[in-house]
T-cell receptor, first 110, second 113 residues
Framework: QKEVEQDPGPLSVPEGAIVSLNCTYS??????FMWYRQYSRKGPELLMY????GNKEDGRFTAQVDKSSKYISLFIRDSQPSDSATYLC??????????FGGGTRLMVKP | SAVISQKPSRDICQRGTSLTIQCQVD?????MFWYRQQPGQSLTLIAT?????????ESGFVIDKFPISRPNLTFSTLTVSNMSPEDSSIYLC??????????FGSGTRLTVV
C-alpha cells in the first residue's frame, strides 16, 4: 500500500463546476498537508497548506483534512479553464520530508 | 518564497553519457531536494542535499548513478550518469524555505535515446 493514495483521474468538468480532489494516507505521524498545482512543463506550485483537521479556505479553494479518517480533500469552486492542471496532494512528516500522491489531472472545459 | 533557476530546461542525450543539472536559488537555503517525475507519474524523492555534508539518498537511488554536489547554500547539481532510456524523466530541484515553503524549480525534461 502506498503511503499516499490519490484518485488518478483524469477529471473533466464544465466551467463553473465544483471540483473535489481527494487523497488518503496511511501514516498517522504525518503532520502537514499540502496541495500543489502543476501546469504542463512547469514545476509544482504550492496552493494550500494546513496542519489541523477541518477546513481552510483561500478564495475559490478549500482544503479539508480529516485526521481521524486519514483523508484530505481540495475543493475548487466556480472552476475556470485556467484551473486545468495536475493537482498533487503532499504530506510532510516531522522530518521535513514530503510524500506525494500520484496526482489528479483536471481539465475544465469552457 | 525563494526563486529557483534550473538548467537545462530540457535535453536529449545519448545512452551511456552523463548530464549535469544545475539548480540556483536566489537566497541561502539549508535543505535542497532532488526529485524525479516519470511520465504521467508523481514525484519521487531522489536525495536530500545539505551544504557541507554528503547527500542522503532514498531507497532505489545510489550515489554512483546520481552524484550530487552542494558547494554552497544557493547552488546544487545533480548528475545523471551512464544514462539509459529508463532515465528519461523530469528532474526537479526543490528547496525548503520558511515554515511552509517547498519551492520547486521548473524542471529538466530529459530524453535518453
Amino acid at each position: 500500500q502506498k503511503e499516499v493514495e490519490q484518485d488518478p483521474g483524469p477529471l473533466s468538468v464544465p466551467e463553473g463546476a465544483i471540483v473535489s480532489l481527494n487523497c488518503t494516507y496511511s501514516n498517522s505521524a504525518f503532520q502537514y498537508f499540502m496541495w500543489y498545482r502543476q501546469y504542463s512543463r512547469k514545476g509544482p506550485e504550492l496552493l494550500m497548506y494546513t496542519y489541523s483537521s477541518g477546513n481552510k479556505e483561500d478564495g475559490r479553494f478549500t482544503a479539508q483534512v480529516d485526521k481521524s479518517s486519514k483523508y484530505i480533500s481540495l475543493f475548487i469552486r466556480d472552476s475556470q479553464p485556467s484551473d486545468s492542471a495536475t493537482y498533487l496532494c503532499a504530506i510532510r512528516n516531522a522530518g521535513n520530508m514530503l510524500t506525494f500522491g500520484g496526482g489528479t489531472r483536471l481539465m475544465v472545459k469552457p | 518564497s525563494a526563486v529557483i533557476s534550473q538548467k537545462p530546461s530540457r535535453d536529449i542525450c545519448q545512452r551511456g553519457t552523463s548530464l549535469t543539472i544545475q539548480c540556483q536559488v536566489d537566497s541561502q537555503v539549508t535543505m535542497m531536494f532532488w526529485y524525479r517525475q516519470q511520465p504521467g507519474q508523481s514525484l519521487t524523492l531522489i536525495a536530500t542535499a545539505n551544504q557541507g555534508s554528503e547527500a542522503t539518498y532514498e531507497s532505489g537511488f545510489v550515489i554512483d548513478k546520481f552524484p550530487i554536489s552542494r558547494p554552497n547554500l544557493t547552488f546544487s547539481t545533480l548528475t545523471v550518469s551512464n544514462m539509459s532510456p529508463e532515465d528519461s524523466s523530469i528532474y526537479l530541484c526543490s528547496v525548503l524555505t520558511g515554515e511552509y515553503g517547498y519551492t520547486f524549480g521548473s524542471g529538466t525534461r530529459l530524453t535518453v535515446v
